[in-house]
């Protein structure tokens, strides 16, 4: 497994955590584990420390507890996991419109790769919704 950081968990690595399961662990919590256990190595390696036999299975203990926790937390419940994409857009173009100078559209649009005529649009709405917040809801009846 590959994740953002570059870490590579093997199948050695992930046998921590599979020593944890037993046979009959639900296949979807085996799944969450696992991508919490992934998370965490990468988190380490991100901070210069590989983890060793001794810190493995600490981190997978770490990992099964979190999948636990939201086992019994959320278990039972329809649960969507939003994609974020909306979210991360959002972070886009507020980074966008406080880098705004009024003439940097080709710039803003090559940075985050779309096109002028979109940044336009952004900026527009950006606009528009930073002057509602100021103004609020203003009742001119």
Sequence with gaps: MNGQTGAVVCTEDLAAL???????????LRTIAEWNFVQLVEDWDMLGIKPDAQTLPKLALIALRQTERLSTEEGGNALYLN???????SLRDRDMFERFTGRNYD?????????????????RAMRASE???????????
């Design 18 to 28: 599979h020593a944890l399961l037993d046979a009959a662990y639900p296949e979807n």
């Design 131 to 141: 002057t509602s917040r100021r103004q609020g809801n203003l009742d001119l009846t």
């Design 83 to 89: 994609k974020g994409i909306s979210y991360r857009a």
């Design 107 to 123: 710039e803003l649009g090559k940075q985050h790769h779309i096109s002028p005529m979109r940044v336009r649009q952004i900026m």
